[in-house]
T-cell receptor, first 113, second 114 residues
Framework: AQKVTQAQTEISVVEKEDVTLDCVYE???????LFWYKQPPSGELVFLIR??????QNEISGRYSWNFQKSTSSFNFTITASQVVDSAVYFC??????????FGTGTRLTVIP | SAVISQKPSRDICQRGTSLTIQCQVD?????MFWYRQQPGQSLTLIAT?????????ESGFVIDKFPISRPNLTFSTLTVSNMSPEDSSIYLC???????????FGPGTRLTVT
């Protein structure tokens, strides 16, 4: 079974629109970590955020915000006032304890100027 | 965060040859990993590189095909052996940083096998 599901394969928005990228995870562990990474066209994987299972507080960093809801096993990522530089593939990932980082299949975001 | 460099950044290789990819970290890290990202796909863990002992491979990956070395806490190599076109991928080194469980990735090595 998929541990991390990113149902949105591709999303296109017009610049300055807000966009939310969905991530649903599955785990039986009580201690786990959730991540978001950005992969721009250049290919490198940029770390955006890590959230542990005991901290459901939502986080905001500039135009980025994350909504972690254990009740629905979701860790969604919102970009407000999107910009062309936000165009990339975004990966959600789950780490259970010290184990492997399981990646979702990614969401390709295209921001149209 | 950790600064990770990889060499080479890209290469085009012939079928049947081998390529060794180097990963260097700017600080000592406990855990280092090697991932593969096939074209248009997500990332898959190849193995965990253990310092001073044999790497731990994931299902579907074997040491003969992907030998890994980790001589110290800041350096590791991954060799892709007897390459075929199906090995064309981005190979990424990754490290677990400190106690924060933040995992960082190198810039990747883009490999094309002809």
């Amino acid at each position: 079974a998929q541990k991390v599901t990113q149902a949105q394969t591709e999303i296109s928005v017009v610049e300055k629109e807000d966009v939310t990228l969905d991530c649903v995870y599955e785990t039986r562990d009580t201690t786990y970590y959730l991540f978001w990474y950005k992969q721009p066209p250049s290919g490198e994987l940029v770390f955006l955020i890590r959230r542990n299972s005991f901290d459901e507080q939502n986080e905001i960093s500039g135009r980025y915000s994350w909504n972690f809801q254990k009740s629905t096993s979701s860790f969604n990522f919102t970009i407000t006032a999107s910009q062309v530089v936000d165009s990339a593939v975004y990966f959600c990932a789950l780490k259970e304890g010290a184990n492997n980082l399981f990646f979702g299949t990614g969401t390709r975001l295209t921001v149209i100027p | 965060s950790a600064v990770i460099s990889q060499k080479p950044s890209r290469d085009i290789c012939q079928r049947g040859t081998s390529l060794t990819i180097q990963c260097q970290v700017d600080s000592q890290v406990t855990m280092m990993f090697w991932y593969r990202q096939q074209p248009g796909q997500s990332l898959t863990l190849i193995a965990t590189a253990n310092q001073g002992s044999e790497a731990t491979y994931e299902s579907g990956f074997v040491i003969d095909k992907f030998p890994i070395s980790r001589p110290n806490l800041t350096f590791s190599t991954l060799t892709v052996s007897n390459m075929s076109p199906e090995d064309s991928s981005i190979y990424l080194c990754s490290v677990l940083h400190g106690r924060s469980y933040e995992q960082y990735f190198g810039p990747g090595t883009r490999l094309t096998v002809t």
